[in-house]
């Protein structure tokens, strides 16, 4: 299709779908570069293809071609330098820096890209493509982590120097590079590089910061070093739910859930593995040593929440993304607390699920993954409890969540003309009060919700 609509061009495939396809890793995303008339050529693809052909405003002379069902794009640009030599050589590394003719021909690898794809090794261009775009040194990062590949030594230390310039990069952009990251299959490894390459404290120092913080003898690593382990913990979940929870029913609504879309071209299980980058991300801050020697962390649910919100804010996530996880943050410790009053009644479960909505099943499943990537004193026997207690609540809260909202026993308009009293905080108690007696099937029709509410304000 692209090879026809683009006959009589000089034209050539470049860039990551020339690497992903020598790689033979599908992508529906293609970049090609033209030497003539960029418009022209975008609107001939579309009009071949039944797709919609648009000018790119953030990359000048650029044009974009989408599939009608959005099913593939093509990025079309102009050649950059005069010639294809010229073009090549200002791209960042060498794997992307090969083009091959639509029209046909030998592939063009002036700077032996394919060699390195052999090698399974990043190696730059020049140190140049990084002080032309900062952000080539976290996608230097991103593709090792994807691809699985090695980074040249020289591209690293020039990664190193020019990582600061991030800063001065659109925060939207290294956004863009950090979920991939986050979301990658090896995504610990990915960070782990970042670290390496100083990009971490230039995306995300609230991250650099938990190095080195310690806590008590029920951890048996620092704040940093925990974090990582529940990140991997969590996308152990994803894969494995079975395996994780212990508990085979729970695997099908769980891999469901976690794969439901939820913002900024994340599922829910991405949601999950940036809650627990940042769930103990106030920990540094809060950090408390009593006077019984012990080491606390007073509130770190609570002013997590806000500096996870901030840190997504700043990468320009969306609302919905920092909502999200803000929430993970401000309720991973619910659960825990929980386990001393096991086992639950109906309305202590109740209580939990409502006040973690709208993520109880979510945030459950960060509560298993703290506790799993906490292995100090006791840790078997209180995995073990903590498990118990995490598949009571999540099996509760995947049904619910999925019979939906139910319409009330009774309306709070009905309600409050029954009792004689008026809307405000009374009559929004009491309907609390028979929601929570219907879930632990106190009540079930109209006429006991109504004597429910009369026997509490009898009561006062």
């Known amino acids: 299709m692209l090879r026809e609509a683009l006959a009589g061009e000089r034209a050539w495939l470049v860039g990551g779908a020339l690497r992903d396809r020598l790689l033979g890793r599908p992508t529906p995303d293609l970049d090609v570069v033209v030497d003539g008339d960029v418009r022209r050529a975008a609107r001939s693809l579309g009009r071949g293809a039944g797709g919609a052909s648009f000018e790119l405003s953030d990359q000048f002379g ?18 950059q330098g005069g010639s294809l030599e010229a073009d090549l050589a200002q791209r960042d590394l060498t794997v992307n820096a090969m083009a091959e003719p639509l029209s046909g021909g030998e592939l063009v690898d002036p700077h ?6 052999d090698r399974k090794r990043l190696r730059m261009v020049s140190a140049d493509a990084f002080v032309a775009d900062p952000l080539r040194t976290l996608r230097v990062a991103r593709l ?44 610990v490894r990915g960070l782990a590089l970042m670290d390496e390459l100083d990009l971490v404290s230039a995306v995300l120092p609230e991250l650099s910061a938990l190095r080195g913080v310690e806590q008590n003898p029920y951890h048996h690593r620092d704040v940093h070093g925990h974090t990582l382990e529940v990140l991997q913990a969590s996308i152990d979940i994803e894969r494995d739910p079975a395996a994780a929870l212990g508990d085979e029913a729970l695997a099908a609504p769980v891999r469901a859930l ?71 943050t401000r309720h991973h410790l619910r659960l825990g607390f929980l386990v001393h009053d096991m086992p639950l009644d109906r309305h202590e479960l109740y209580r939990y699920l409502l006040k973690t909505e709208p993520v ?4 459950t499943l ?47 308009d009905e309600l409050a003309a029954e ?9 929004g108690e009491l309907m609390t009060q028979i929601a929570e007696a219907r879930f632990a099937g106190e009540v079930s029709t109209r006429e006991e919700a109504l004597a429910l509410a009369k026997a509490v304000r009898g009561a006062r």
């Open 62 to 79: 650029a044009w974009r071609v989408v599939a009608r069902d959005r099913s593939w794009q093509v990025d079309i640009t102009p050649l």
């Open 112 to 117: 032996g890209g394919a060699g390195d794809l």
């Open 144 to 187: 090792a982590t994807e691809l699985g590949f090695e980074i040249d030594p020289d591209t690293a230390a020039a990664v190193r120097v020019h990582a600061p310039g991030l800063a001065g990069t659109a925060q939207e952009r290294v956004f863009t590079e950090l979920r991939r990251i986050v979301s990658a299959d090896a995504a």
């Open 258 to 328: 976690l794969a439901e879309p939820l913002a900024d071209e994340l599922t829910r299980g991405g949601g999950l593995r940036f809650g627990a980058l940042l769930h103990d991300i106030a920990k540094p801050r809060t950090r408390t040593e009593l006077p019984d020697g012990r080491i606390g962390f007073p509130h770190h649910d609570e002013q997590g929440a806000e500096m996870a919100r901030a840190a997504l804010s700043r990468l320009r996530a969306s609302d919905r993304l920092r909502s999200h996880v803000a929430a993970l």
């Open 360 to 363: 109880e099943a979510d945030v």
């Open 366 to 412: 960060l509560s298993v993954a703290d506790r799993l990537a906490t292995r100090g004193r006791k840790a078997d026997e209180a995995i073990a409890r903590h498990l118990e207690l995490a598949r009571q609540v999540l099996a509760e809260a995947l049904v619910r969540r999925a019979a939906g909202p139910q319409p009330p026993l009774v309306r709070g």
């Open 419 to 427: 009792l004689g009293i008026a809307r405000g905080p009374e009559l």
